[in-house]
């Protein structure tokens, strides 16, 4: 079997010769451990983060060492009693296509209570960031106005739609104008507008008759400026992410319109996942129910073959992905 390893510490946009695929036996399964089959892998924008070798929430990877995601797998052998034959657990993993794994330490996914592959978007990573990064930090009320970036993805398009379920007005900034009709037509947004045209500001103002309560910034950079400019009083930013800066050289130098802030008395908050551990289940289970009442859909754009895993980790960069992106690795 094969295992992913970071081969360079990238400069700039990664390219398909930071990744190496090497050859290695199927390890064995010690006292308490299980043998994990990989069925599907999450690529997620932050582990571009852990590439640099820089001190961060999370260490960074090591060279010639397998990368590490969010991964579903199929337990294959079991020495637990937690597990047997079959079960299907979600975990973070090495980027490889079998692992073992510390029975102890693995999340068992109920395949009845919606498609496995939900388990690495709606209710795993992406959308619990979008749940407490939008409803604990910046709190939408029934009528005010949200602005979500990186809005056709995976966290932008559950941000936007709990949104809409608290009542507010739902505008959302995406990369392509197929992107665009999405948002607005397939999931009821209230407005969308495409950041690579010419007219964004202009496009932007127009969407905002009432400027902006909420911004839910997965972007940075020049959007997030544009956006910010426009804070109402009291507003509340929800910084998320900043992928316009992941594969910049210099950094970003952001935010720049501090007198927007001390004019409106706004908030601006960062956070990750980690500063919920307790609550997590708090939120997959409000997800679960506004999944099931049809409250809430999402998408996943999956590329089929292990071998196609750093492509599809590229695609985050240039947009190709609508929804989470997935990797298939191997059929249950
Ligand atoms: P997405 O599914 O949103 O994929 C990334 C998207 O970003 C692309 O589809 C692309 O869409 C957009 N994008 C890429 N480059 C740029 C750019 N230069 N400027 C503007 N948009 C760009 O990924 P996720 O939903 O997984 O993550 C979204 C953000 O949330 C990321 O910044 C990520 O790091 C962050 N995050 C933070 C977490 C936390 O705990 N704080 C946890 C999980 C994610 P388009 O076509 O619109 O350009």
Redesign the pocket.
Known sequence: HKEIHLANRPEGMPTNDDFNFVEKEIPTPAENEVLLKTLYLSV???MRGRMRDVKSYIPPFELNQALVGGVLAEVVESNSDLFEKGDIVSSNLSWSEYNVADAAKLQKVDPTAAPITAHLSVLG??GL?AYF?LLDIAKPQAGETIVV????????SIVGQLAKIKGARVVGI???DE?IDYLINELGFDAAVN?KKDSFKEDLIAALPNGVDVYFD??G?D?SDAVMKELNKHARVTV?????S?NSVDGDIGPRIQGQFIKTSAMMK????GDYAKDLPTGVAALTQWLQEGKLKYDETIVEGFENTPEAFLG??????L???LVKVADP
């Open positions: 997620d924008p932050y990573l992406t960031t990064g970036s990186g809005a056709a993805g995976a966290v932008g995406a990369g392509s992107k950041y997965n972007v950079g959007i998320c992410g900043a992928i316009s992941y960062g956070f990750t996942l985050l960069f240039k947009g190709t992905n929804g989470k992106q």
